[in-house]
Nanobody, 121 residues
């Protein structure tokens, strides 16, 4: 009974910017980690960025210096600020969250339905 809903995708020209958001809702005690993945046509899904709540950040080499992941723990929301977008960034972007539904319970991974990002002239 946990859902992740992404928003903010769309069509943008090379060099432009987009900000993706993903809000988690349902029975949630805490979210230890949230991440963004993407999958381009004919390609495997890849990790774009991941953030441990109150801790470390990880980025794919291809987006370092251009993308920034952040979390609003109070709202159970993760953001992905994407700057200097390239055509190679075109993909469906998926939100991922490790969710703890009860205190002392183990976490479970959930996925959003994806949002399309297209970078093209």
């Amino acid at each position: 009974q946990v859902q992740l809903v992404e928003s903010g995708g769309g069509l943008v020209q090379p060099g432009g910017s987009l900000r993706l958001s993903c809000a988690a809702s349902g029975s949630i005690f805490s979210i230890p980690a949230m991440a963004w993945y993407r999958q381009a046509p004919g390609k495997q899904r890849e990790l774009v960025a991941r953030k441990i709540s109150g801790g470390n950040l990880n980025y794919a080499d291809s987006v370092k210096g251009r993308f920034t992941i952040s979390m609003d723990n109070a709202k159970n929301t993760v953001f992905l600020q994407m700057n200097s977008l390239k055509p190679e960034d075109t993909a469906v972007y998926y939100c991922n969250a490790d969710v703890r539904r009860q205190i002392l319970a183990p976490w479970t991974t959930y996925w959003g339905q994806g949002t399309q990002v297209t970078v093209s002239s």
